[in-house]
């Protein structure tokens, strides 16, 4: 079975891990892959990419004035690359790539839904419906966005198929050990938030509770890892605030283990997600959390049981939350423990991708 996965940017990590997961771990004797890029990339980050896919990558480049042209030009590759499914990495504009694999004659086609459809509702709603004819359907990555999928995007139930991001538990367990065993002791409280830094995340609401932590005689760091378009705003915001001096922007970063190994909490502020794969590799590295009290974060902490939840853009919940786990490290312990054991059962990457494999061979999630 050829598999063609079509991606729009690497800007956004989390597609970008995904891919790669599912690349190397499906079975080469059940599927061969092939990738097609919709935006043009260049540079360090798409060379290491495609260093790592170790795979041909077709360009099929969208441009907003040539809809039209562009799903002819999808097709023709598809045909040529003599598809027989496709998954679409882009909510949204999958509506395009639907069309452009019903005129290439692709028997199936999926979009994965890895974001909150809700975010942009109207929009989302009217290319939902207009791909509904073409696509075969939705693979949401959250029990909480498939729930949306239907009460929101108005989509039956048969059509959505739910499989949950994984994550390789023992390797990032194995690693975030190993840098941990190298840590230089320190004595201030070594917060982490790891995120695109875009508007659908909330690094002001960490970054005024870090002041205000600070303010009450805590000592406390911050490190921001990952990057943006808001983040000349972070910075500007740090500064206004006074604790530059405390926080470290990161930029995009590549070892995460490292970074969870100098963590004490991990902390998700966010508006709205589909499912935060951070959660899980802090699961995995056994990195207590705080995280936004959202559907796909309190569904990932199992309601609170392996992490504590703060209300959503609320500074002074977040700063009372920090300060509870930091004076309760039998709780740190208690929560780690449980999330480790979580992420095993529920979120592991070759649960994962044996449910894809399924879906992509069946038509059916197990």
């Known amino acids: 079975m050829h598999l063609v996965h079509v991606l729009t940017s690497l800007e956004y990590g989390g597609v970008e891990s995904f891919a ?3 690349l ?5 004797k059940q599927f061969r892959s092939s990738i097609v890029m919709t935006t043009p990339e260049q540079g360090k980050r798409f060379e290491d990419f495609v260093a790592q896919v170790q795979l041909p990558v077709h360009q099929c480049h969208y441009q907003y004035q040539r809809r039209i ?15 027989d499914v496709v998954i679409a990495y882009a909510f949204g504009n999958h509506a395009m790539v639907a069309m452009a694999c019903w005129l290439a004659g692709v028997p199936r086609n999926y979009v994965r839904v890895a974001g909150d459809p809700n975010r942009h509702y109207q929009k989302s709603w009217r290319l939902t419906n207009l791909a509904r004819p073409f696509c075969t359907g939705e693979i949401a990555v959250s029990e909480a966005t498939a729930l949306m999928l239907r009460q929101k995007m108005g989509l039956p139930t048969e059509r959505v198929h739910t499989i949950v991001n994984g994550c390789e538990v023992e390797e990032i367990e194995a690693q975030v050990r190993r840098y941990r065993a190298l840590r230089t002791p320190c004595n201030a409280l070594q917060l982490l938030m790891i ?12 970054l005024s509770a870090l002041a205000g932590l600070r303010q009450a005689g805590l000592a406390v760091e911050l490190t921001l890892a990952g990057d943006g378009p808001s983040r000349s705003s972070h910075e500007a915001l740090a500064r ?19 970074q969870l190994s100098k963590a004490d909490i991990l902390i998700h502020s966010t508006r709205t ?4 794969n951070v959660l899980l590799e802090a699961m995995a590295g ?27 853009e609320n500074m002074q919940h977040l700063m009372q939350t920090i300060q509870y786990l930091h004076n309760h490290p039998p709780l ?10 979580r992420v095993q059962q529920k979120y592991h990457v070759q649960r994962m991708v044996e449910q894809y494999a399924h879906l992509l061979q069946f038509g059916t999630v197990e």
Do not use: Y
Request: contains cysteine; neutral net charge.
């Open 20 to 22: 790669l997961r599912l």
């Open 24 to 28: 190397h771990r499906l079975d080469p």
């Open 69 to 83: 042209r562009f799903v002819w030009s999808l097709s023709r590759t598809l045909r040529q690359l003599q598809a």
């Open 195 to 206: 995120s695109r830094m875009d508007d659908a995340k909330d690094h002001e609401t960490l």
């Open 240 to 258: 206004a605030l006074g604790i530059s001096e405390v926080v470290r922007f990161l930029g995009n970063c590549s070892n995460i283990p490292e």
């Open 273 to 276: 997600e589909g499912l935060p």
């Open 286 to 312: 056994r990195v207590p959390i705080i995280a936004s009290d959202i559907p796909p974060c309190r569904e990932v902490l199992d309601h609170g049981r392996c992490g504590l939840l703060f209300q959503k």
């Open 332 to 341: 740190q312990q208690e929560l780690a423990m449980a999330a480790f054991q």
